[in-house]
Nanobody, 116 residues
Framework: QVQLVESGGGLVQTGGSLTLSCAAS????????MGWHRQIPGKRRELVAE???????TYLDSVKGRFTISRDNAKNEVYLQMTDLKPEDTAVYSC??????????WGQGTQVTVSP
């Protein structure tokens, strides 16, 4: 069973920065999309950023200009650099890998808390 493991979450003050990382427990062939989603308790999970294998990124409007997604295809890793963090960014962040056809993989999530 392949697992995705996130790291880099934590507590930061408003305006601070964090970088999240996500790696697969073993190499997964055929991954197209790598992305980050977040969920606040009581709310629906939302897409924060994702990137195709060719490198085309998509961002949630509220994080544009503050968050940057990047990936290392050789390592099956994806990163999310978060700057100018705001209290409304507080959530559990999960990574997701999706194949061209079929399987999708999710990490357990890492907590990001931004204090006022």
């Amino acid at each position: 069973q392949v697992q995705l493991v996130e790291s880099g979450g934590g507590l930061v003050q408003t305006g601070g920065s964090l970088t999240l990382s996500c790696a697969a427990s073993r190499y997964i062939f055929g991954i197209n999309i790598m992305g980050w989603h977040r969920q606040i308790p009581g709310k629906r999970r939302e897409l924060v950023a994702e990137m195709s294998r060719e490198g085309s990124p998509t961002y949630l409007d509220s994080v544009k200009g503050r968050f940057t997604i990047s990936r290392d295809n050789a390592k099956n890793e994806v990163y999310l650099q978060m700057t100018d963090l705001k209290p409304e960014d507080t959530a559990v962040y999960s990574c997701n890998f999706r194949k061209w056809v079929g399987d999708s993989y999710w990490g357990q999530g890492t907590q990001v808390t931004v204090s006022p």
